[in-house]
């Protein structure tokens, strides 16, 4: 069965500076990626995804993340944070051969001016 | 084009009492998902229909629970008797056809809190 773990609760970042938001993955068959935010009382909304070719995706809002399969990992980059980009990060996957999507626990990022 | 929606925002009821979710996918989606965040933790899968069928039920925590999408249109989630433990953010998404690289639209959920 496919999981996510993301380590980090909560990530805190200077504006300006680059952030990184840590996920990890595990499924049977090859992993489809993707990564989403949720703003308050919002729903979740796309940013990303990685389904083959370049490891590293680039996606919504200058958001970036790069594939690492020996790693299994698949974390959230961006060269310079906005104060805009706090929020709840969540990473999912999808084992090739399913249909459905699992989520990690989310991480909190707050920028700050 | 509507994105998905979801009815009540938020519902607060009693132990013992019925909570009736629904939602309604984007048109022409035939993948619909319900999902439950539990305060701080991950967005845990409930089941997946696929038109009006259930093809993967394996989230649903046990029998209180019940979802219907009859027509292959909307769905709803009922919970019957609600205990404490259902509290939570539940959330509907959908996708369209078999292809399964895209990505989930996800409604903005209904937010549960039993007392």
């Known amino acids: 069965a496919q999981s996510v773990a993301q380590p980090e609760d909560q990530v805190n970042v200077a504006e300006g500076n680059p952030l990184t938001v840590k996920c990890t993955y595990s499924v049977s068959g090859n992993p489809y990626l993707f990564w989403y935010v949720q703003y308050p009382n919002r729903g979740l909304q796309f940013l990303l995804k990685?389904?083959?070719?370049?490891?590293l995706v680039k996606g919504s809002y200058g958001f970036e993340a790069e594939f690492n399969k020996s790693q299994t990992s698949f974390h959230l980059k961006k060269p310079s944070a906005l104060v805009s980009d706090s929020a709840l990060y969540f990473c999912a996957v999808r084992d090739g051969r399913l249909n459905d999507m699992r989520f990690g626990a989310g991480t909190r990022l707050t920028v700050k001016p | 084009e509507a994105g998905v929606t979801q009815f009540p925002s938020h519902s607060v009821i009693e132990k013992g009492q019925t909570v009736t979710l629904r939602c309604d996918p984007i048109?022409?989606?035939?993948?619909l998902y319900w999902y439950r965040r539990v305060m701080g933790k991950e967005i845990k899968f409930l089941l997946h229909?696929?038109?009006?069928?259930?093809?993967?039920e394996s989230g649903m925590p046990n029998n209180r629970f019940l979802a219907e999408r009859t027509g292959g249109t909307y769905s709803t989630l009922k919970v019957q008797p609600a205990e404490l433990e259902d509290s939570g953010v539940y959330f509907c998404?959908?996708?369209?056809?078999?292809?399964?690289?895209?990505?989930?639209?996800f409604g903005e959920g209904s937010r549960l809190t039993v007392l």
């Open positions: 229909f696929v038109k009006e069928s259930k093809q993967d």
């Open positions: 990685y389904i083959t070719g370049d490891n």
């Open positions: 048109s022409g989606h035939d993948n």
């Open positions: 998404a959908s996708s369209h056809g078999r292809v399964n690289t895209g990505e989930l639209f």
